[in-house]
């Protein structure tokens, strides 16, 4: 097999992990498919991307203080760029939040305000992540339940994939249920219930 058309190929299985994981919510499934890419990657191609991929699998799967670890373990990775340094404080954002270390959550959102109006090279910084939605996140930390629920509303969802919208129904489902929004926290169980996902987020969200 040529050089090119076995780049296709670990390309290809690449692309599955990735689907698996966003779009089939099966994230052990999408994390053996990843480690047998490793396996046949002979050029070493996807190593880093594997570090990007597990933040989404220990998200996803719960592990917050594994994925903190994880981090941390690869944070000259993290720090090598832009975008992978925005990976970096979004996920110590969102993991901090979910641990109720509320100190770091602020001093994640902090950082995350900074890269969020920074130019590189006239350009706003790579829209990997919702904006809104990490605004409602750090609202709830902060106990502005309204404002929080108010953003919320404002998510516009339609171009999320089925991994982002399993986050955004679980923490606004959360949040609804805390105001005693019963018909919308009901909406929001339902709406997970519905995508049938593997992951320990979609578990757990289906009986908020």
Not at 100 to 128: F, H, W
């Amino acid at each position: 097999m040529g050089i090119a058309l076995y780049s296709e190929y670990l390309k290809h299985l690449y692309r599955k992990a990735i689907k698996t994981i966003a779009y089939d919510l099966n994230p052990e499934r999408a994390n053996e498919q990843f480690n047998e890419l490793l396996k046949k990657d002979v050029f070493h191609a996807y190593k880093n991307d594997k570090k990007i991929f597990d933040t989404l699998y220990y998200i996803d799967q719960m592990q917050y203080k594994k994925c903190l670890e994880h981090i941390e373990e690869n944070s000259k990775f993290f720090h090598s760029s832009i975008d992978q340094l925005l990976i970096y404080h979004h996920t110590k954002f969102y993991c901090s939040f979910m641990l109720n270390d509320l100190e770091c959550t602020k001093q994640e959102y902090n950082k995350l305000e900074r890269m969020r109006n920074t130019k590189i090279k006239g350009a706003k910084v790579s829209p990997l992540f919702n904006w809104e939605f990490m605004d409602a996140i750090y609202l709830i930390s902060r106990k502005d339940y309204k404002q929080s629920y108010n953003v919320f509303k404002s998510v516009n969802t339609d171009n999320m994939n089925p991994r982002e919208k399993v986050q955004y129904y679980y923490q606004f489902g959360l949040l609804c249920n805390k105001i005693k929004e019963k018909n919308l926290y009901n909406n929001y169980k339902n709406k997970i219930i519905n995508l049938k996902g593997l992951s320990n987020t979609c578990k757990k969200g289906e009986i908020l």
